[in-house]
Every structure is written in C-alpha cells, then in structure tokens.
C-alpha cells in the first residue's frame, strides 16, 4: 500500500474461537449459494473464531456441504428462495450475540430485501460491510445514507458506485479517489471503491492498495473479500484498519493464485486456498 499497514490483529496463545470474534454473514439464495459459501470460508480463513451464515432455508443443503466449520443458520424465505423480510426478528436477535456482520453475497433483488437492508443499515450497532445486492438495495434508498447508528463499510466495484451516485462508470474510473472521499466524508461511511488499486477511505484518510492483477476479475472475488473484512472487524480492528488489511491480504492471497493458477485460469475459489500463505508473508513482514 502506498501507506504502512495496520499492525495484524493480536492472536493471543490462551484465546479461544469466542475472543477471535463472532460474524454472522447474512445473504444467499436460490441459485446464488456459491457467494455466501466464499464469503463464510474468507471469514474463518482470515481468524474469526465463529462465522455463522444467515441464508434461506432452501439453500441451506448446498451451503452446509459447502465447509463444515462455519454454522448455517436457516431464516424465513420466500417462495423464490430469497431471505423474507419475516427474517427480520430473527436477524435482530442473532446480531446481539455478534461482533461484527456482512450483508450482500448471493442476496438477490427484491422490495422486501430492500426494506431489510434498510433496517439492518439504520439499525445495527455493530460494524457491518454492506456489498453486492445490499449496496443495490442501498441504491434505491439513498436516503437511508448516513442514518446508520454503528460503523459501515460500503465495498462496491465501479458499477455499484456508480449506481449509488447516480453517475456512468467512465466517470467514476477517471476520478476515483476524489469521487471516493467525497462520498465517504458526505455519508460518514468507510468506502472501499475496488478496482486495479482499491480506494479505502472514510474521507479523511485515504489509502490506494497495491496488492492484486487482473485475475481477480472474475466472479466471487469480492464475496471473499467481503468475508475477510467481516472477519478482521469481528477481531476488533478498528473500521477502517480492517478494511484496509482485508484488501491488502484479499490481493495478496490474489497474487499468489496467480502465480500457481495463472491470471486467466484463477478463479475465486483459488484465492481461500492461498489466504494463509498470504498471512505467512504478512506475519513475516
């Protein structure tokens, strides 16, 4: 990064999987089970001690048999098996036993996700990191920005950024770190603008990332990076450090894909496997 990283989260010798952090993750549906299952592996991948996932039931079969070390936690769907704003109670109640919490993978587009992203958004107390359909849900509701009672971390790609501004994407690729910190300082958000050298800011400091290559272009990266940023939050890094480590280990775990499964044939899931040996070289730094 053009700036020092943030100091790795501690991992002390008589913790336990209750002090590295509960995260629940919150997302799925039918024929989306691939995001929320990367996001959930990330998660424990990058230290949380407990990763639960909040999906419709439907999925839940595919999710499961997907990791057996994250818990799955079946939530009211609809019959086209996306969550149902009826999972709302149920959210709630579960986001009080929680460190920190993600919303988006694998989500889908409906009134009524629109309407839970919303609550959860305005609700919340905890760190949460809103991605995919969550920041589209946020789109059609801009002026639920800035009513947020607890941090938020908003990760969009080019296009979700342009859709939560109302701009084109070529304008927002030719003045991506000033669009950026505008719109951070404005919503009192930390936005994570991806993109060959990532934008992190909470529009008074700004960080360009220098890890990842153009292999990551493909589908499911950012669910693992959504997951490793939930996972350093549910470790008790601050907000913004958090988002700023979890891009740099989400490259280079990127990189090192890369290398072993070239650019073009790398595809998300590669990245799970070199996560560790991204920390390796972090820890070693």
Not at 89 to 114: C, F, Q, T, W, Y
Not at 191 to 204: E, F, H, Q, S, Y
Not at 205 to 230: H, K, Y
Not at 233 to 250: D, F, I, S
Request: charged residues 20%; negative net charge; glycine residues 12%.
């Amino acid at each position: 990064m053009s700036q020092p990283l943030p100091s790795l989260p501690t991992r002390p010798s008589d913790g336990h999987k209750g002090t590295f952090g509960r995260v629940l993750i919150i997302g799925g549906s039918t024929g989306m089970s691939g995001a929320i299952s990367l996001s959930g592996v990330s998660a424990l991948r990058s230290g949380a001690g407990l990763v639960s996932l909040a999906l419709p039931e439907p999925i839940l079969p595919i999710v499961a048999s997907y990791e057996p070390s994250y818990l799955c936690m079946p939530v009211p769907s609809e019959l086209n098996g996306r969550i149902s704003i009826e999972a709302q109670d149920v959210l709630d109640e579960s986001l009080l036993k929680m460190d920190a919490a993600a919303i988006g993978p694998g989500l889908g587009r409906s009134e009524n996700l629109n309407q839970l992203v919303a609550h959860l958004y305005q609700n919340t107390n905890l760190p949460v990191v809103f991605d995919a359909d969550a920041l589209n849900a946020i789109a059609d509701q801009k002026e639920i920005l800035g009513q947020q009672t607890g941090p938020r971390i908003l990760t969009p790609h080019p296009g979700e950024f342009a859709r939560l501004i109302d701009s084109e994407t070529s304008h927002i690729q030719k003045h991506r770190e000033t669009l950026a910190v505008e719109f951070a300082a404005k919503h009192k958000v930390i936005l994570v603008l991806k993109g060959a050298g990532t934008i992190i800011t909470d529009g008074k400091t700004t960080r360009v990332n220098e890890t990842g290559n153009a292999g990551m272009g493909t589908g499911g990266t950012g669910d693992v990076l959504t997951g490793i940023i939930a996972s350093l939050l549910g470790q008790k890094m601050p907000p913004l450090e958090a988002a700023q480590l979890g891009t740099y280990l989400h490259g280079l775990a990127g990189d090192l894909a890369a290398e072993k499964f070239t650019q073009r044939g790398m595809i998300a899931s590669d990245l799970l496997k070199k996560i560790p040996d991204a920390w390796r070289i972090m820890q070693a730094e």
